[in-house]
């Protein structure tokens, strides 16, 4: 992961230096913004691998900076952490509804920072089976990273694709939560069983649109399933 290129939108000089300086140490490629328009210019010039992004900036906030990106298919693609002084749980799913793909809360350590970029990084790259995969007339294809739902793409974002290639590769089979998460996110990811819901929600309302979201199944008490039957 030494290549990747890491972008830090934090408007406080302090923090951008005490979160550069591990990055580079732990071999990342560190660009700097500090506010949206400043990160916006940045990216048109080149894509990052990841944004690390303050949750409170000043014009446009983080979230809503989160937001535009996760819009636009030129981004969409890009994880982001959220950085946060926030601890309270709804301001937290409140960034992962936006988009974010995890969030770090100040004060946090340059170790726990480090190992939670590797960790999202980790999962945005596809694990190696090229093959596509069909249900129905519900088609996914590792190579291109794209789903597609009676011909018509489906919008989907990195980690709700994740989740759906493991469901659609692990058909007619209950998994809990934390199962889900040792599978999917991996057993280093910092992160909640609550984010498993948020995510959920997510790629259903992505398949929503076909009927597609009738596939991803709540099993009371147990987890979830992905099932093509009634």
């Not at 693609?77 to 509804?97: C, F, K, N, Q």
């Not at 998994?175 to 909640?192: K, P």
Request: proline content about 5%; aromatic content about 6%; hydrophobic content about 40%.
């Amino acid at each position: 992961m030494g290549d990747k290129r890491i972008l830090v939108v934090e408007d406080e000089s302090a923090i951008r230096e005490m979160v550069r300086f591990p990055l580079n140490k732990a071999g990342f490629e560190v660009t700097e913004a500090d506010d949206a328009v400043a990160a916006q210019d940045h990216i048109a010039d080149a894509l990052p691998d990841l944004i690390l992004m303050d949750w409170m900036l000043p014009g446009m906030s983080g979230l809503d900076l989160a937001r535009r990106l996760k819009r636009e298919d030129y981004t969409r693609e890009i994880p982001i952490i959220m950085l946060t002084a926030r601890g309270e749980e709804d301001d937290r799913v409140g960034g992962l509804e936006a988009g974010a793909d995890d969030y770090v809360t100040k004060p946090f350590s340059p170790r726990e920072l480090v190992a939670r970029i590797k960790a999202v990084l980790r999962r945005a790259q596809p694990d190696g089976e090229e093959e596509q995969i069909d249900v129905g007339e519900l088609r996914l294809d590792p190579s291109s990273h794209r789903v597609c739902a009676q011909g018509a793409p489906v919008e989907i974002g990195p980690t709700e694709f994740r989740l759906l290639h493991f469901f659609m590769t692990h058909p007619e089979r209950v998994y809990s939560r934390s199962q889900l998460l040792d599978r999917v996110w991996g057993r280093s990811a910092y992160v909640e069983e609550r984010t498993v819901d948020v995510h959920i929600l997510r790629l259903r309302k992505s398949l929503a649109q076909h009927g597609y979201d009738r596939f991803i199944q709540t099993v009371r008490g147990a987890g979830y399933r992905f099932s093509a039957r009634a």
